[in-house]
């Protein structure tokens, strides 16, 4: 058994041991363009949590466990760090408020931490970090049968985590193709180890750099913005929205909530705390939605939504608002502080690039939040972002894949009503924000605003971080890649060249609008050039708007409406 003591050592040798190792756990990304940072963000999560356990002695292991799953929560950064919380948050539950760490429990966490990873990941995707970790739970639960101790337990999930690892790539085809394990997985192993160092050999794995905490510097703490969009095409009808108060005697999971929806819709959102569940499902059949619910609780706060007819609307909205954009003021340092509520209404959004900053703020958000792919802003700093709205709804604008779940982890634990729309580019941002209507409730502009979101089209040129034989590509470093939608569309090596040719791909019968961001590697001579060239050859299609972004990584994000 393991007292609290010797879990604090076992969570910071790990945070150590996943510092060291942070930079190959990046390595491990498959896709070329600049972004890998699983690493990274998993070892930012884990030392949040470290500077809080360097502050304990002499506390019960359950103890130890629950302020390490709160530090976690609130220092969660991108995908794999708030699943990496999800599944510290779920081994704390398993200890409980047990003194010691036994094999009983010890294989209790291992199994609600990879239960509440599951439940947060709408579709989840084996041969990632979960299969790892669900793989590693069994082979605990199977010791413990065994009559295992609390050591031969861990050591039974870390070989079962090494097991699943080596297995990714067959469950991963591009992980195969790529010659690598998943990254995710590969951190998981890494934060095991560290922590089997400890209760084997009670010795704490030292950080090289002397500390786990990871520098940001002005190149990483640009905006990464990721790749990929919601689909354009409306699948389904209905915008159906409601509340359960959850019955007391009900005996059922929202989980089961959630997969019923996922079988007669799409865009499925299911949150739940101790007494309501919140769901929002796409399907054509809001009836049936409804009575599913019932079986969970009574029914509050009923919406229903035909999505094709406010696509058309929100698509002149947007056109109309669009022509009336000012140019912005740019306030730069701004200190986040804690301010009283004085408006219903506020805005958090996450960019990185003078140029963006001062358009959203224009647009009327109120904190921007500096983050992208390879520096993703924490659930703290999203949260702090909020706090220091002053109103009584916020709603968070992630714009970037990879933020929304630890945007969404500060649903729970702000004292506003957060709304996060699931904004995956910084155009479906910009274009969210010019659908919010004034005199519509806060449901209905969520609706609203992620339907006008989810219509756009972006695209993005960067360039290769690495060599890669990706989407049917052979890429060399270095070459420059144009992607609509996440996929690499094409590959070359002029940017220009790249540019133009993706602009005429994206463009279709019935677009009206094409804004093109410029980023901080691209001079305005050189946009300038690009602008006049794609006026010659489709401004009698279009309109044509460029933008100086000032954003890193991408030399130009397009949108295409």
Partial sequence: MFNGNTLRDAIISAANNLANNRKPVDDLNVFPVPDGDTGTNMSMTLSNAVRELEKVEGETAGRVAKINASALLRGARGNSGVITSLLFRGFSKGIGDEEMVT????????????????????????????????????????????GKDTLEVFEAALAGAKEALAETPELLPMLKKAGVVDAGGQGFVIILEGMLSVFRDGVIIVSNSGSTEIVEDEENDAARNAAGEFETEITFTYCTEFIVKRDSECTKEPSELRAYLETIGDCVVVVDDDEIIKVHVHTDHPGNAFEEGLTFGALTSMKVENMRDQHERAKHDAANAKKEKKPAKTKENEKIVSVEITKPVGFVSVCAGNGLEALFKDLGVDVVV????????????????????????????????????????????????????????????????????????????????????????????????????????????????????????????????????????????????????????????????????????????????FIDGGQPVYYYIISVE
């Fill in 103 to 146: 094999p009983k429990n010890l294989a209790a966490a291992f199994k609600i931490g990879v239960e509440s990873a599951y439940k947060a990941v709408m579709k989840p995707t084996e041969g990632t970090i979960l299969t790892v970790a669900r793989i590693a739970s069994e082979k605990a639960t199977a010791a413990y049968r065994d």
């Fill in 370 to 545: 500096s983050g992208g792919q390879t520096m993703n802003p924490s659930t703290d700093d999203i949260l702090r972002a909020i706090e220091s709205t002053p109103a009584e709804t916020v709603y968070v604008l992630p714009n970037n894949k990879n933020i929304i779940m630890a945007a969404e982890q500060t649903i729970r634990i702000s004292t506003r009503k957060v709304v996060v729309l699931h904004t995956r580019t910084v155009p479906q941002g910009i274009t969210a924000m010019l659908n919010f209507d004034e005199s519509a409730d806060a449901e209905a502009n969520a609706i609203a605003m992620q339907k006008a979101a989810e219509a756009i089209t972006t695209g993005q040129v960067t360039f290769a971080a690495r060599d890669s034989d990706f989407d049917g590509h052979k890429i060399k470093k270095g070459e420059i890649m144009a992607m609509t939608g996440g996929k690499i569309s094409y590959v070359d090596t002029d940017i220009k060249k790249a540019t133009s040719k993706l602009v005429k791909s994206m463009l279709k019968k019935d677009s009206q609008f094409v804004t093109v961001i410029y980023g901080e590697d691209v001079s305005v001579t050189d946009a300038k050039s690009l602008e006049r060239e794609l006026n010659t050859k489709f401004g009698d299609k279009v309109e044509i708007t």
